[in-house]
């Protein structure tokens, strides 16, 4: 037995009626409550909150964005709302969606079918208020969707198969009516103690040479995009070297990889930190001096690097490069010109204030 979602189940997506989401999601073009929150601070532009099933949340977009959404393929929708769901894990309340951020999704890799699974296995967990209680995901499954950074329900299907298969849902009698396993509460419980959301880690050679590339390049570039970086000759660990290089991969949310070499050659730990991070499941940014490129090894040729020749570019470079593929992190200030006035131009009814504070709250789940 397994769970299983038909296209033809009816739902509820939320505990407000249908009829009262009188607004277009400008992204998706599905129901969502919109409402107007501020103006730029120059006056120019007018930033809304949607609250949408279909994003699994609100968020701020700005006008540009708002006018052109339709026009883009639903594959970058989908990398865009798991950027949403991201940001609202770190802490940001209602992301802000503009053209560079559209712009960063286009680039962004999509998540592995692993990383889907586990991203909706999150998502039943924060639904599941009782543990053991099951989860009816047909009531939902807009949310599913976004969760999955799906298209079709035949996907959110298949997940749910897969987790089941790994032992980490329990599949009930109902359709589409599962519970997070105790097996699947560890792993979450694993990945989130394993993982530190705010660190990058970074191999590169350790010389003189390189030095103004980490100081002025990589550092800044990293913390430009909200993170911290780490290299591993800054600890105060003096354990084993090996073993403290391992561990601090496994616990950054990606790694940054620079390949530059002098003229005695490549730098051997420098591929196996970036192979190790790539089998941990940990996401590799590559990067060489223009001078190294020539000479990388045959098997990081296939990756995209940055190639940089002064450290400013590669600052310039590298933050951007993080954005696009990982997403801003929980440091990242956001440029004046994107920020909101403090006041609304007018006041918020209610409804609204409960619906976009707590987007979440309804109980949903459904006893077997």
Same mark, same amino acid.
């Given at each position: 037995?397994?769970?299983?979602?038909?296209?033809?189940?009816?739902?509820?997506?939320?505990?407000?009626?249908?009829?009262?989401?009188?607004?277009?999601?400008?992204?998706?073009?599905?129901?969502?409550?919109?409402?107007?929150?501020?103006?730029?601070?120059?006056?120019?532009?007018?930033?809304?909150?949607?609250?949408?099933?279909?994003?699994?949340? #609100?968020?701020?977009?700005?006008?540009?964005?708002?006018? #052109?959404?339709?026009?883009?393929?639903?594959?970058?929708?989908?990398?865009?709302?798991?950027?949403?769901?991201?940001?609202?894990?770190?802490?940001?309340?209602?992301?802000?969606?503009?053209?560079?951020?559209?712009?960063?999704?286009?680039?962004?890799?999509?998540?592995?079918?692993?990383?889907?699974?586990?991203s909706l296995l999150e998502h039943?967990?924060?639904?599941?208020?009782?543990?053991?209680?099951?989860?009816?995901?047909?009531?939902?499954?807009?949310?599913?969707?976004?969760?999955?950074?799906?298209?079709?329900?035949?996907?959110?299907?298949?997940?749910?198969?897969?987790?089941?298969?790994?032992?980490?849902?329990e599949p009930g009698s109902q359709?589409?009516?599962?519970?997070?396993?105790?097996?699947?509460?560890?792993?979450?419980?694993?990945?989130?103690?394993?993982?530190?959301?705010?660190?990058?880690?970074?191999?590169?050679?350790?010389?003189?040479t390189t030095d103004e590339a980490?100081?002025?390049?990589?550092?800044?570039?990293?913390?430009?995009?909200?993170?911290?970086?780490?290299?591993?000759?800054?600890?105060?660990?003096?354990?084993?070297?090996?073993?403290?290089?391992?561990?601090?991969?496994?616990?950054?949310?990606?790694?940054?990889?620079?390949?530059?070499?002098?003229?005695?050659?490549?730098?051997? #730990?420098?591929?196996?930190?970036?192979?190790?991070?790539?089998?941990?499941?940990?996401?590799?940014?590559?990067?060489?001096?223009?001078?190294?490129?020539?000479?990388?090894?045959?098997?990081?040729?296939?990756?995209?690097?940055?190639?940089?020749?002064?450290?400013?570019?590669?600052?310039?470079?590298?933050?951007?490069?993080?954005?696009?593929?990982?997403?801003?992190?929980?440091?990242?200030?956001?440029?004046?010109?994107?920020?909101?006035?403090?006041?609304?131009?007018?006041?918020?009814?209610?409804?609204?204030?409960?619906?976009?504070?707590?987007?979440?709250?309804?109980?949903?789940?459904?006893?077997?």
């Amino acid at each position: 037995m397994h769970c299983e979602i038909s296209p033809d189940d009816p739902f509820v997506l939320w505990s407000f009626p249908l009829d009262e989401f009188t607004e277009a999601d400008p992204l998706w073009g599905t129901k969502a409550l919109a409402v107007q929150w501020g103006h730029t601070p120059d006056g120019v532009g007018v930033h809304t909150v949607v609250g949408s099933p279909r994003a699994a949340g #609100s968020y701020r977009v700005d006008e540009a964005v708002r006018s #052109s959404g339709p026009e883009l393929y639903p594959d970058v929708l989908a990398r865009l709302t798991t950027y949403l769901i991201g940001q609202r894990r770190l802490g940001v309340t209602r992301p802000l969606v503009d053209i560079r951020q559209v712009e960063e999704a286009i680039a962004a890799r999509p998540l592995s079918a692993h990383e889907r699974a586990i991203s909706l296995l999150e998502h039943i967990a924060e639904r599941s208020t009782v543990l053991g209680r099951r989860v009816n995901i047909a009531k939902r499954v807009e949310v599913a969707l976004a969760w999955a950074e799906a298209l079709e329900v035949k996907e959110v299907d298949y997940l749910i198969r897969y987790l089941a298969g790994r032992g980490l849902l329990e599949p009930g009698s109902q359709r589409a009516a599962c519970s997070v396993s105790v097996d699947g509460y560890t792993a979450l419980a694993d990945r989130r103690n394993a993982t530190d959301g705010e660190q990058a880690f970074v191999a590169m050679w350790f010389d003189d040479t390189t030095d103004e590339a980490y100081i002025s390049g990589i550092k800044p570039g990293v913390e430009d995009a909200g993170y911290r970086a780490r290299r591993v000759d800054e600890s105060e660990n003096i354990g084993k070297i090996d073993d403290l290089i391992i561990a601090e991969i496994r616990r950054s949310r990606f790694v940054v990889a620079d390949f530059t070499q002098g003229s005695d050659g490549n730098r051997g #730990s420098v591929y196996y930190e970036a192979g190790f991070a790539l089998g941990a499941d940990v996401p590799v940014i590559f990067t060489s001096h223009e001078d190294s490129v020539e000479d990388l090894a045959f098997d990081t040729r296939q990756y995209a690097h940055i190639v940089w020749s002064e450290p400013a570019e590669l600052r310039t470079k590298l933050a951007h490069r993080i954005e696009a593929i990982i997403g801003h992190g929980p440091h990242r200030s956001a440029p004046a010109e994107r920020q909101l006035e403090a006041k609304p131009p007018r006041p918020l009814d209610s409804r609204e204030i409960a619906w976009i504070r707590d987007i979440d709250d309804d109980d949903v789940s459904v006893e077997s």
